[in-house]
């Protein structure tokens, strides 16, 4: 959901030495998260996607949810540095489709895994131990922006149109994973862009 880099990048990141040790379990934990779900997930996995000694694991985290928790951190982060370079441009429509556009290009990703913070935050959803609230905030975050461009638009429908453009990702991500299908992706991202462009109608 929250940008355009695929798992594979993040472990070849991860793999490359960039970074410290522990930016590097963060990132692995990331991706091995979104492939394999966190109850699947062993800290060895992790360390082994983020080239660490599974002994330097415990030296940063002690607990897999401690891993969960820095992922979540992670995603917010990025969200906010994604959010940041799109409101660079000039125009809240502009804006919006290309924050499909970013949907649509991790098309590939979502066909095999799934959106990569939305199965995180289902799989989260399950649990009270807080980490579901953490995950809701990510979301909220995403929601909030969405809307503050629907209300550029001069919308007095802006969260309800903010809703529906998120929750319509993540069920076009839902049945891209399901059915396997990255086609379906780019359809429903160009029906997505072209209700953007009725909505900015003047």
Not at 178 to 193: E, F, N, S, V
Request: with cysteine.
């Amino acid at each position: 959901m929250t940008d355009s880099k695929t798992g594979a990048d993040a472990g070849a990141a991860a793999r490359s030495g960039r970074g410290g040790k522990r930016e590097r379990l963060v990132e692995a934990a990331v991706q091995v998260f979104h492939q394999q779900g966190v109850e699947k997930t062993t800290l060895a996995d992790i360390a082994r996607a983020g080239d660490v000694p599974l002994g330097n694991v415990y030296y940063y985290f002690k607990t897999k949810d401690q891993l969960v928790e820095a992922a979540l951190v992670a995603h917010c982060d990025r969200l906010t540095v994604l959010t940041g370079r799109l409101d660079a441009l000039p125009d809240p429509a502009g804006r919006l489709k290309a924050l499909i556009d970013g949907w649509v290009e991790q098309r590939e990703t979502a066909a095999r895994f799934g959106c990569p913070f939305g199965t995180l935050a289902t799989e989260l959803d399950k649990r009270d131990d807080g980490l579901d609230e953490a995950a809701a905030t990510v979301m909220r975050a995403l929601l909030d922006w969405v809307e503050r461009q629907f209300a550029e638009l001069g919308r007095s429908d802006a969260r309800a149109l903010a809703v529906e453009l998120v929750g319509a990702y993540q069920g076009m991500s839902v049945l891209t994973n399901t059915l396997r299908d990255p086609g379906l992706m780019a359809d429903q991202g160009r029906r997505l862009q072209s209700w953007i462009d009725g909505l900015a109608r003047p």
